[in-house]
């Protein structure tokens, strides 16, 4: 079973927006910080937000802050990424990971993103 | 931003033989309550991301004992005992003491 699954990606425009989703299963989403770590074709990892497991404090990077939000809803073991503005820059493989009680670690297989004329 | 400079960025091995990488930090890594945030991942190609190694030395579940983490303050180091087939693919140091979260570059093992 896949801990953490992302949907969303796809094809958009530059100035575009998007919002990827990401559902937990198998462990506890509530009791994690959770993360969004993007990776550009060819190129390393970059930590993109992340929000604290109540959802009282979030970050993001400064590339994206304005333009990215992240959130989630325990009720629904989810995370979410809402993506505006998006650019060019922005196209990468965008991983859901979650830092959980006990030193847990899980991360999902990665939605794509593409921004494109 | 604290920057994380791995080395070497490509390190070619031979299988049964040791290899090491190092990852430096332009910013000690100790958090204000002792705790050192560094981590290391490994990624096979066309795969997430695996954690190894957290807070610099403690082993997560499941990973064989040839790979072991050492270091402290700004400097630190992956090892591996004895190179395997499967260990193949991209490591990468990261740190989450300071916001926000960085990697390496990344330390391509080839076989």
């Known amino acids: 079973e896949v801990p953490l699954v992302e949907s969303g990606g796809g094809l958009v425009q530059p100035g575009g927006s998007l919002r990827l989703s990401c559902v937990a299963s198998g462990f506890s989403f509530s009791g994690s910080w959770m993360n969004w770590v993007r990776q550009a074709p060819g190129k390393g990892l970059e930590w993109v937000a992340n929000i604290k497991p109540d959802g009282s404090e979030r970050s993001h990077v400064d590339n994206v802050k304005g333009r990215f939000t992240v959130s989630r809803d325990n009720a629904k073991n989810s995370l979410y990424l809402q993506m505006n503005s998006l650019t060019v820059e922005d196209t990468a493989v965008y991983y859901c990971?979650?830092?959980?009680?006990?030193?847990?670690?899980?991360w999902g297989l990665g939605a794509l993103v593409s921004v494109s004329s | 931003d604290v920057v994380l400079t791995q080395s070497p960025l490509s390190l070619p091995v031979t299988l049964g033989q040791p290899a090491s990488i190092s990852c430096t930090s332009t910013?000690?890594?100790?958090?204000?309550?002792?705790?050192?945030?560094l981590s290391w991942y490994h990624q096979r190609p066309g795969q997430s991301p695996r954690r190894l190694i957290y807070?610099?030395?403690k082993r997560d579940s499941g990973v064989p004992d040839r790979f072991s983490g050492s270091g402290s303050g700004t400097d630190f180091t992956l090892k591996i005992s004895r190179v395997e087939a499967e260990d193949v693919g991209v490591y990468y140091c990261?740190?989450?003491?300071?916001?926000?979260?960085?990697f390496g570059q990344g330390t391509k093992l080839e076989i």
């Open positions: 807070d610099v030395s």
């Open positions: 990971a979650a830092w959980g009680p006990e030193n847990s670690n899980y």
């Open positions: 990261m740190q989450h003491t300071h916001w926000p979260h960085t």
């Open positions: 910013q000690g890594l100790v958090f204000r309550t002792g705790d050192t945030w």
